[in-house]
């Protein structure tokens, strides 16, 4: 029979690596990601949504053999920890779109982390200037059913992520099911309400 011999990971046709990499657990996903890290450090997208076996171990492989992960969905990922998010806060800089969906050991150690790093690693000023600011950070979370989570720790990271918002218009900031973050607003619902009270009352 003809065909490619593939005695490695590293062998493994990407497209193919990645189908194998969302049916499988940790050992699975550390030795694709060190596979991946090889190969295609430059990895920037991946889906792992409802991988159920999948958790810290294989997710912080992950971050450290792809640093330049873009969007990372773990929605349903439901055994991972804030280990998981701090991994990705230091080592996945560029990453603008994270699913946590029902990610119920996620807590607000796991928030404040990406703030921390947004904080450490905005770049100076006059680059922000060019508008950079906005470029980069997280531009989609969702953080649906993370019952864990409370305002304070949410509403620091929407503050230091100004592309995420909580408005109708743009909602990129999903928190269905957490009922204790509903006094969680992005910056348009404070400029909103200033306008309003600056609304000066017709004279009498
Ligand atoms: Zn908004």
Redesign the pocket.
Known sequence: MEGVVVTEWKDIPMELLLRIVSLVDDRTVIVASGAIGQNCSQLQSLNLGWCENVGDLGVVSLAYGCPDLRTLDLCGCVCITDDSVIALAYRCLHLRSLGLYYCRNITDRAMYSLVHSRVKNKPPMWQSMKGRCDEEGLRSLNISQCTALTPPAVQALCDSFPAL???S??HSLVMSGCLNLTSVH????VQAHRTMSYVPHPAH
């Open positions: 918002h909580t408005c218009g743009r992005c910056a348009c619902a």
